[in-house]
Protein backbone atom coordinates (compact mmCIF):
# COMPACT_ATOMS: atom_id res chain seq x y z
CA UNK A 1 0.00 0.00 0.00
CA UNK A 2 2.91 2.18 0.87
CA UNK A 3 4.02 1.87 -2.79
CA UNK A 4 0.94 2.71 -4.38
CA UNK A 5 -0.96 -1.11 -4.75
CA UNK A 6 -3.83 -2.66 -3.93
CA UNK A 7 -3.68 -5.52 -1.57
CA UNK A 8 -5.45 -8.95 -1.20
CA UNK A 9 -4.12 -10.51 2.41
CA UNK A 10 -4.47 -13.76 3.32
CA UNK A 11 -3.21 -15.31 6.71
CA UNK A 12 -2.57 -18.55 7.76
CA UNK A 13 -5.28 -20.62 8.39
CA UNK A 14 -4.13 -20.91 12.29
CA UNK A 15 -3.47 -17.77 12.95
CA UNK A 16 -5.79 -15.44 10.87
CA UNK A 17 -6.73 -12.93 14.04
CA UNK A 18 -3.75 -10.77 14.19
CA UNK A 19 -4.32 -10.15 10.79
CA UNK A 20 -7.91 -9.41 11.25
CA UNK A 21 -7.54 -7.39 13.35
CA UNK A 22 -5.10 -5.34 11.61
CA UNK A 23 -7.25 -4.98 8.55
CA UNK A 24 -10.19 -3.96 10.78
CA UNK A 25 -8.15 -1.17 12.57
CA UNK A 26 -7.24 0.15 8.88
CA UNK A 27 -10.72 -0.10 7.58
CA UNK A 28 -11.92 1.94 10.36
CA UNK A 29 -9.22 4.72 10.26
CA UNK A 30 -10.58 5.21 6.66
CA UNK A 31 -8.99 3.01 4.11
CA UNK A 32 -10.84 3.43 1.02
CA UNK A 33 -12.68 0.42 -0.36
CA UNK A 34 -10.38 -2.02 -1.86
CA UNK A 35 -7.23 -0.96 -1.27
CA UNK A 36 -6.82 -3.48 1.47
CA UNK A 37 -8.78 -6.90 0.70
CA UNK A 38 -8.51 -9.74 3.49
CA UNK A 39 -9.13 -13.19 2.54
CA UNK A 40 -9.09 -16.78 4.66
CA UNK A 41 -9.50 -19.98 3.72
CA UNK A 42 -7.35 -23.01 2.81
CA UNK A 43 -4.74 -22.87 0.51
CA UNK A 44 -5.55 -25.98 -0.70
CA UNK A 45 -8.86 -24.48 -1.71
CA UNK A 46 -8.23 -20.14 -2.25
CA UNK A 47 -4.41 -20.53 -3.37
CA UNK A 48 -4.65 -21.78 -6.54
CA UNK A 49 -7.34 -18.68 -7.68
CA UNK A 50 -4.49 -16.36 -5.81
CA UNK A 51 -1.27 -17.47 -7.29
CA UNK A 52 -2.56 -18.32 -11.39
CA UNK A 53 -4.73 -15.07 -11.71
CA UNK A 54 -2.73 -13.43 -14.26
CA UNK A 55 -5.01 -9.92 -12.25
CA UNK A 56 -2.34 -10.76 -9.38
CA UNK A 57 1.42 -8.88 -10.24
CA UNK A 58 3.23 -9.74 -7.33
CA UNK A 59 3.24 -12.41 -5.12
CA UNK A 60 4.68 -12.37 -1.38
CA UNK A 61 4.88 -15.26 0.72
CA UNK A 62 6.07 -16.49 4.04
CA UNK A 63 5.81 -20.25 5.10
CA UNK A 64 7.22 -23.66 4.14
CA UNK A 65 9.91 -24.43 1.41
CA UNK A 66 7.47 -26.92 -0.28
CA UNK A 67 4.83 -24.84 -0.22
CA UNK A 68 7.04 -22.00 -1.77
CA UNK A 69 7.57 -24.22 -4.86
CA UNK A 70 4.29 -25.18 -5.11
CA UNK A 71 3.57 -21.57 -5.43
CA UNK A 72 6.66 -20.60 -8.04
CA UNK A 73 5.51 -23.93 -10.13
CA UNK A 74 1.95 -22.47 -10.66
CA UNK A 75 2.62 -18.28 -10.77
CA UNK A 76 2.00 -16.60 -14.25
CA UNK A 77 5.45 -15.69 -16.42
CA UNK A 78 4.92 -12.22 -15.20
CA UNK A 79 4.13 -12.18 -11.77
CA UNK A 80 6.81 -11.69 -9.49
CA UNK A 81 7.54 -13.43 -6.48
CA UNK A 82 8.83 -12.42 -3.13
CA UNK A 83 9.67 -15.52 -1.10
CA UNK A 84 11.05 -16.18 2.90
CA UNK A 85 10.89 -20.18 3.43
CA UNK A 86 12.21 -22.71 5.41
CA UNK A 87 15.73 -22.94 7.29
CA UNK A 88 17.84 -25.08 9.05
CA UNK A 89 20.15 -22.56 11.09
CA UNK A 90 23.78 -23.09 12.34
CA UNK A 91 25.51 -21.41 15.30
CA UNK A 92 28.99 -22.48 15.15
CA UNK A 93 30.51 -22.22 18.65
CA UNK A 94 34.29 -21.86 18.85
CA UNK A 95 36.96 -22.82 21.38
CA UNK A 96 38.03 -19.43 21.89
CA UNK A 97 34.01 -18.20 22.64
CA UNK A 98 32.69 -17.25 25.90
CA UNK A 99 30.71 -20.47 26.34
CA UNK A 100 28.50 -18.84 28.95
CA UNK A 101 27.34 -16.63 26.21
CA UNK A 102 27.33 -19.13 23.55
CA UNK A 103 24.88 -21.04 26.00
CA UNK A 104 22.76 -17.80 25.88
CA UNK A 105 22.70 -17.11 21.84
CA UNK A 106 21.82 -20.84 21.85
CA UNK A 107 18.95 -20.86 23.98
CA UNK A 108 17.65 -17.35 22.42
CA UNK A 109 17.88 -18.56 18.97
CA UNK A 110 16.50 -22.30 20.03
CA UNK A 111 13.61 -22.07 22.30
CA UNK A 112 12.30 -18.30 21.09
CA UNK A 113 8.72 -18.84 20.05
CA UNK A 114 9.20 -22.21 21.26
CA UNK A 115 11.31 -22.93 17.97
CA UNK A 116 8.80 -21.87 15.72
CA UNK A 117 10.81 -19.18 13.84
CA UNK A 118 12.00 -19.21 10.10
CA UNK A 119 15.53 -17.84 11.77
CA UNK A 120 15.59 -20.07 14.87
CA UNK A 121 18.77 -22.15 16.22
CA UNK A 122 18.68 -25.62 15.06
CA UNK A 123 22.32 -27.09 14.89
CA UNK A 124 25.03 -26.20 17.25
CA UNK A 125 28.66 -27.10 15.71
CA UNK A 126 30.41 -26.86 18.54
CA UNK A 127 34.49 -27.23 18.39
CA UNK A 128 35.55 -30.69 20.23
CA UNK A 129 37.94 -29.06 23.03
CA UNK A 130 34.71 -27.40 24.39
CA UNK A 131 32.08 -29.54 23.59
CA UNK A 132 31.45 -30.95 27.11
CA UNK A 133 32.07 -27.69 29.06
CA UNK A 134 29.41 -25.88 26.31
CA UNK A 135 27.08 -29.11 26.79
CA UNK A 136 27.43 -28.58 30.21
CA UNK A 137 26.19 -25.22 30.51
CA UNK A 138 23.89 -25.36 27.91
CA UNK A 139 21.58 -28.67 29.62
CA UNK A 140 21.86 -26.44 32.93
CA UNK A 141 20.14 -23.41 31.15
CA UNK A 142 17.62 -25.76 29.59
CA UNK A 143 17.07 -27.20 33.13
CA UNK A 144 15.93 -23.79 34.25
CA UNK A 145 13.50 -22.86 31.75
CA UNK A 146 9.59 -22.93 32.45
CA UNK A 147 7.44 -23.92 30.02
CA UNK A 148 3.74 -22.28 30.33
CA UNK A 149 1.00 -19.84 29.26
CA UNK A 150 2.37 -16.97 27.52
CA UNK A 151 -0.14 -15.03 29.54
CA UNK A 152 1.83 -15.86 32.38
CA UNK A 153 4.50 -13.97 34.26
CA UNK A 154 8.40 -15.68 34.08
CA UNK A 155 7.33 -18.31 31.21
CA UNK A 156 10.31 -18.59 28.84
CA UNK A 157 8.26 -21.18 26.10
CA UNK A 158 4.92 -21.48 25.20
CA UNK A 159 3.26 -24.18 23.31
CA UNK A 160 3.30 -25.01 19.56
CA UNK A 161 0.68 -22.97 17.38
CA UNK A 162 -1.29 -26.08 16.67
CA UNK A 163 -1.79 -29.99 17.13
CA UNK A 164 -0.94 -30.77 13.97
CA UNK A 165 2.57 -28.54 14.52
CA UNK A 166 3.45 -30.34 17.97
CA UNK A 167 2.76 -33.98 17.02
CA UNK A 168 5.65 -33.11 14.05
CA UNK A 169 7.95 -32.10 17.02
CA UNK A 170 7.40 -34.81 19.05
CA UNK A 171 7.64 -37.38 15.56
CA UNK A 172 11.27 -35.70 15.17
CA UNK A 173 12.32 -36.15 19.32
CA UNK A 174 11.34 -39.96 18.56
CA UNK A 175 13.86 -39.73 15.61
CA UNK A 176 15.99 -38.06 17.52
CA UNK A 177 16.09 -40.37 20.40
CA UNK A 178 16.96 -43.60 17.51
CA UNK A 179 19.55 -41.48 15.91
CA UNK A 180 21.76 -39.64 18.71
CA UNK A 181 22.36 -39.27 21.95
CA UNK A 182 19.17 -37.35 23.79
CA UNK A 183 20.11 -35.51 27.02
CA UNK A 184 16.91 -33.36 27.94
CA UNK A 185 13.42 -32.12 27.00
CA UNK A 186 10.78 -33.36 24.05
CA UNK A 187 8.16 -34.37 26.01
CA UNK A 188 4.52 -33.36 26.27
CA UNK A 189 3.18 -31.82 29.45
CA UNK A 190 -0.22 -32.49 30.01
CA UNK A 191 -2.79 -31.81 32.77
CA UNK A 192 -4.04 -28.59 34.49
CA UNK A 193 -3.49 -25.74 32.75
CA UNK A 194 -0.98 -27.58 29.98
CA UNK A 195 -4.21 -29.26 28.30
CA UNK A 196 -5.36 -25.79 27.03
CA UNK A 197 -2.54 -25.70 24.57
CA UNK A 198 0.11 -28.07 22.95
CA UNK A 199 3.07 -28.04 25.25
CA UNK A 200 6.53 -29.40 24.90
CA UNK A 201 10.04 -29.10 26.54
CA UNK A 202 12.54 -27.87 25.22
CA UNK A 203 14.97 -30.69 23.86
CA UNK A 204 18.67 -31.21 23.47
CA UNK A 205 20.37 -34.31 21.79
CA UNK A 206 24.14 -34.96 21.17
CA UNK A 207 26.62 -37.14 19.44
CA UNK A 208 24.24 -35.65 16.33
CA UNK A 209 26.39 -36.39 13.14
CA UNK A 210 25.64 -34.40 9.58
CA UNK A 211 23.79 -37.41 7.49
CA UNK A 212 21.03 -37.88 10.61
CA UNK A 213 17.21 -36.55 10.00
CA UNK A 214 17.31 -34.24 12.91
CA UNK A 215 20.96 -32.29 11.51
CA UNK A 216 19.22 -31.93 8.38
CA UNK A 217 15.10 -31.85 8.59
CA UNK A 218 13.55 -28.30 9.53
CA UNK A 219 11.83 -29.37 12.63
CA UNK A 220 10.20 -25.77 13.30
CA UNK A 221 10.07 -26.31 17.12
CA UNK A 222 12.07 -26.57 20.42
CA UNK A 223 14.97 -28.76 19.52
CA UNK A 224 18.44 -28.29 19.30
CA UNK A 225 21.03 -31.46 17.68
CA UNK A 226 25.28 -31.12 19.06
CA UNK A 227 27.21 -31.64 16.35
CA UNK A 228 30.58 -31.87 17.18
CA UNK A 229 33.25 -30.14 14.74
CA UNK A 230 37.41 -30.19 15.11
CA UNK A 231 37.71 -26.80 14.22
CA UNK A 232 36.74 -23.60 11.80
CA UNK A 233 37.33 -25.47 8.86
CA UNK A 234 34.94 -28.12 9.57
CA UNK A 235 32.48 -26.00 11.28
CA UNK A 236 31.73 -24.35 7.93
CA UNK A 237 31.90 -27.21 5.68
CA UNK A 238 28.91 -29.40 7.62
CA UNK A 239 27.01 -25.76 8.32
CA UNK A 240 27.49 -24.96 4.23
CA UNK A 241 25.75 -28.59 3.85
CA UNK A 242 22.64 -27.72 3.85
CA UNK A 243 20.07 -26.79 1.24
CA UNK A 244 18.93 -24.03 3.14
CA UNK A 245 20.66 -20.82 3.48
CA UNK A 246 18.34 -18.53 6.04
CA UNK A 247 20.59 -17.56 9.16
CA UNK A 248 23.58 -18.35 10.65
CA UNK A 249 25.39 -17.25 13.57
CA UNK A 250 28.87 -17.93 15.25
CA UNK A 251 30.58 -17.71 18.59
CA UNK A 252 33.88 -16.25 18.69
CA UNK A 253 36.57 -14.25 20.39
CA UNK A 254 38.74 -14.20 17.34
CA UNK A 255 37.75 -11.23 15.00
CA UNK A 256 40.29 -13.19 12.24
CA UNK A 257 36.88 -16.10 12.69
CA UNK A 258 34.38 -13.55 12.44
CA UNK A 259 35.32 -11.62 9.34
CA UNK A 260 36.03 -15.56 7.95
CA UNK A 261 32.66 -16.66 8.88
CA UNK A 262 30.66 -13.19 7.22
CA UNK A 263 32.62 -14.54 3.57
CA UNK A 264 32.43 -18.19 3.97
CA UNK A 265 28.70 -18.89 5.51
CA UNK A 266 26.20 -19.44 2.91
CA UNK A 267 23.28 -17.71 4.33
CA UNK A 268 21.55 -14.56 3.61
CA UNK A 269 21.28 -13.32 7.50
CA UNK A 270 24.99 -13.77 9.15
CA UNK A 271 25.10 -13.24 12.74
CA UNK A 272 28.82 -12.87 14.99
CA UNK A 273 28.51 -13.19 18.56
CA UNK A 274 24.22 -12.96 18.46
CA UNK A 275 21.27 -15.12 18.19
CA UNK A 276 20.07 -16.28 14.49
CA UNK A 277 17.31 -14.90 15.70
CA UNK A 278 15.82 -11.38 15.53
CA UNK A 279 15.82 -9.14 12.54
CA UNK A 280 15.94 -5.07 12.59
CA UNK A 281 13.11 -4.12 10.42
CA UNK A 282 14.94 -1.55 7.94
CA UNK A 283 17.83 -3.90 7.28
CA UNK A 284 16.93 -6.42 4.26
CA UNK A 285 15.90 -10.13 4.69
CA UNK A 286 15.79 -12.86 3.01
CA UNK A 287 17.62 -16.49 2.26
CA UNK A 288 20.23 -18.14 -0.07
CA UNK A 289 19.40 -21.50 -1.44
CA UNK A 290 16.29 -22.87 -0.87
CA UNK A 291 15.38 -20.69 1.84
CA UNK A 292 14.26 -18.11 -0.96
CA UNK A 293 13.95 -17.49 -4.44
CA UNK A 294 17.05 -15.29 -4.59
CA UNK A 295 15.30 -12.64 -6.23
CA UNK A 296 14.21 -10.12 -3.69
CA UNK A 297 14.67 -9.71 -0.14
CA UNK A 298 11.77 -8.06 2.49
CA UNK A 299 12.32 -5.17 4.44
CA UNK A 300 14.01 -2.01 4.48
CA UNK A 301 14.17 0.13 1.10
CA UNK A 302 15.26 -3.19 -0.18
CA UNK A 303 12.17 -4.40 0.43
CA UNK A 304 9.92 -1.75 -1.18
CA UNK A 305 11.75 -2.46 -4.51
CA UNK A 306 9.27 -5.86 -5.16
CA UNK A 307 6.55 -3.58 -4.95
CA UNK A 308 7.77 -0.98 -7.65
CA UNK A 309 8.03 -1.50 -11.13
CA UNK A 310 11.33 0.65 -13.37
CA UNK A 311 9.68 2.81 -15.80
CA UNK A 312 12.44 4.70 -18.50
CA UNK A 313 11.15 7.69 -20.35
CA UNK A 314 12.49 9.45 -22.77
CA UNK A 315 11.73 13.13 -24.17
CA UNK A 316 12.85 15.25 -26.38
CA UNK A 317 12.92 18.94 -26.45
Given amino acids: MVTGNTVVFKPSTDTPLTAYRLTEALVDAGLPAGVLNFLTGRASRVGKTLTESRQVRAITFTGSTGAGEAIHRSADMTTRLQMELGGKNPLIVLADADLDKAADL ?31 KLVDRVKALKVGSGMKQGMDLGPMATESQMNTVLEYVAIGKSEATHLIGGERLQGGDFD ?66 AEDIESGTVKINRTTTGNLVNA ?23 FLQTKIVYRGI
Avoid at 116 to 136: H, M, P, W, Y
Avoid at 286 to 294: F, P, Q, V
Fill in 284 to 306: PFGGLKRSSTSTFRESGRAGLAF
Fill in 106 to 136: AIKGGYSLSGQACTGTSRILVEKSVRDAFTN
Fill in 196 to 261: HGYYVTPAVFTDVTQSMRIAREEIFGPVLAIIEVSGYEEAIRMANDTEYGLSAAIATSNPAFAHRF
